[in-house]
């Protein structure tokens, strides 16, 4: 059996911006977040953590990877 390589769109601790509102979340288009968990199985997926200017965590969930961007330096 040939296992197949299959890259992730994002890595761990990337820096993304959501490119949609979250309103259950409380989060607007345009928040940045941080890449915490990466999944593959089923589909390829982002657990993501917003946080408040003092560090305190204001939202983690998973976001389907249509509705990020990487922000880039």
Do not use: Q, W
Request: with cysteine.
């Amino acid at each position: 059996m040939v296992k197949e390589s299959y890259e992730m769109k994002f890595l761990e601790l990337a820096v993304v911006r959501v490119l949609k509102d979250f309103p259950n979340e409380g989060i607007s288009k345009g928040e940045m977040g941080t890449v915490v968990l990466t999944f593959s199985v089923p589909y390829e997926a982002y657990e993501v953590e917003f946080c408040y200017s003092d560090g305190r965590t204001k939202a983690l969930f998973t976001i389907n990877p249509l509705h990020l961007e990487e922000v880039t330096k």
